[in-house]
């Protein structure tokens, strides 16, 4: 529970807008410019309350300098409630604007449901093979549903 005090001094409950006010700005915290992402639990952390309660599927990226340090979050895609269409073209031009040498990426699953599709999996193949091109490595995919899987820990990404 949340409490919050009031003009005289006492403490009430906080109310639900308050709460979810300072849910975000501990998860901005978390994705500040130079956090360290050293595994994919910090990521996982980090993460989940940026994308994880939208009502369509959004995909985001953390891109990472070469110590892994976090240069920026971004949300670069919006789709439906069960899809969305990703750029592989506008994920390199900010990999790119933003100097990054690795990158995680990330979406959710409105459904709840958190086994990688078929179309993520290949969708992070081919985002690595290009990504690789341009000295860019791809560390994980982490798909958010009402857990969250780490292609990499799964095996995915070898």
Do not use: W
Not at 106 to 111: E, G, K, L
Not at 128 to 157: F, M
């Amino acid at each position: 529970m949340l409490y919050i005090q009031d003009q005289d001094g006492a403490y009430l409950p906080a109310p639900k807008e308050a709460i979810f006010t300072e849910a975000k700005r501990i998860s901005g915290y978390q994705l500040r410019r130079g956090v360290f992402i050293r595994s994919s639990d910090v990521a996982k952390a980090a993460i989940q309350q940026k994308i994880g309660n939208y009502q369509c599927e959004m995909f985001a990226c953390l891109f990472l300098d070469s110590s892994h340090r976090l240069l920026e979050f971004v949300e670069m895609f919006r789709g439906s409630v069960n899809c969305a269409t990703i750029h592989p073209r506008e994920v390199v031009k900010e990999a790119l604007r933003l100097n990054a040498a690795a990158v995680i990426l990330a979406h959710n699953h409105p459904s709840g449901e958190s086994h990688p599709s078929p179309q993520d999996i290949e969708l992070t193949k081919k985002l690595k093979d290009i990504l690789q091109v341009i000295d860019v490595r791809v560390l994980d995919h982490l798909v958010i549903g009402d857990e969250i899987t780490s292609l990499a820990d799964s095996g995915y990404l070898s």
